[in-house]
């Protein structure tokens, strides 16, 4: 049981390049999210999903886009990489949508952009 | 509107003193409350969390959070603090029905030997 993998570890890129951060869970988890971490500010939700073929945006949704396609998959995509989106970024899972469930993290993908 | 303060941003405590970590909360009902750790390069962790009934809940690794309706808190402590202790530690609001799920802005720990 690997829990919620993410791919990769660390990545740089240039301003303008695309990249998708991959996120797995193999707990068949029904809600899946994707924060980014950045100093003083803790944990912002991106966009979320309570099952496949449903997503929907969260606190900070702009110049990402994400799919689900699957139960296990919910990747994370940057079309146009700003400096901006340099950041660590958190794919997590739980069974529920309901704000009381426990959510299982990923290690994280840490992104510089120049 | 939802929100958690963490009032602290860092801690140093010597190994083997109490620790407490604090957290505010703002929530119309009854929040469901959890507290993180996250260890340097790593994911998050559940400590613990209190959804209902005893306001005193016990975690993983030797914490403890109270519960305090009057104060809107949700303190985190442990007795006695080990030099894996530290790391950064994150308190969290959830709203039921919701994929509404609020994280502190977090505060780090430093133990000394």
């Known amino acids: 049981n690997a829990g919620v993998t993410q791919t990769p570890k660390f990545q740089v890129l240039k301003t303008g390049q695309s990249m998708t951060l991959q996120c797995a869970q193999d707990m068949n988890h029904e809600y899946m999210s994707w924060y980014r971490q950045d100093p003083g500010m803790g944990l912002r939700l991106i966009h979320y999903s309570v099952g496949a073929g449903i997503t929907d945006q969260g606190e900070v949704p702009n110049g990402y886009n994400v799919s689900r396609s699957t139960t296990e998959d919910f990747p994370l995509r940057l079309l146009s990489a700003a400096p901006s989106q340099t950041s660590v970024y958190f794919c997590?899972?739980?069974?529920?949508?309901?704000?009381?469930?426990?959510?299982?993290f990923g290690p994280g993908t840490r992104l510089t952009v120049l | 509107a939802q929100s958690v303060t963490q009032p602290d941003i860092h801690i140093t405590v010597s190994e083997g003193a109490s620790l407490e970590l604090r957290c505010n909360y703002s929530y119309g009902a009854t929040p469901y409350l959890f507290w993180y750790v996250q260890s340097p390069g790593q994911g998050l962790q559940l400590l613990l969390k209190y959804f209902s009934g005893d306001t005193l809940v016990q975690g993983i690794k030797g914490f403890e959070a109270e519960f305090k309706r009057s104060q809107s808190s949700f303190n985190l402590r442990k007795p006695s603090v080990h030099w894996s202790d530290a790391a950064e530690y994150f308190c969290a609001v959830g709203a039921s029905g919701t994929y509404k799920y609020i994280f502190g802005t977090g505060t780090r720990l430093k133990v000394l030997a």
């Open positions: 997590a899972s739980s069974y529920s949508q309901r704000g009381g469930s426990e959510q299982f």
